[in-house]
């Protein structure tokens, strides 16, 4: 599986981000409503100062990007915790379009809260058009 392929796991949609010989590390496609409600919720965070506005910004609930590929519209992929076993069987059921793969990329890469594991292998994939 390639970096940025959406597989389906237990009625749940993913993005393959990487795998170990531990871990598959997975961006959970959350649904619309749940999407909208952390994307307001993140902006809200992101645009009142408070006294603990570093800490509430370092929370892994904002690791996640906004999708714009056609079939996953008002949706976003949340790559926060590596939770699933080699062992499970994904079926690939489509791709993110460039623009995302790029955007997951730069936002994992950029994102000092994520895996180190995960954000120097994702440093090193070269996005192209599928």
Do not use: C
Request: aromatic letters at 10%; a negative charge; charged letters at 35%.
């Amino acid at each position: 599986m390639n970096f940025g392929e959406v597989v389906k796991f237990k009625s749940w949609e993913y993005v393959y981000l990487m795998e170990t010989t531990d871990i598959i590390y997975l961006a959970k496609i959350l649904d619309k409503d749940k999407s909208k409600l952390l994307v307001e919720q993140r902006n809200k965070v992101f645009t009142q100062g408070s006294k603990n506005m570093p800490y509430k910004q370092a929370l892994i609930k904002w690791a996640f990007v906004e999708l714009s590929t056609a079939e996953y519209k008002e949706r976003i992929a949340h790559y926060g915790y590596p939770d699933f076993d080699p062992e499970d069987i994904l079926d690939p059921i489509g791709l993110l379009d460039l623009e995302d793969r790029k955007k997951l990329q730069t936002e994992i890469q950029n994102d000092p809260n994520a895996a180190k594991q995960l954000r120097e292998h994702v440093s090193k994939i070269k996005i192209e058009e599928a």
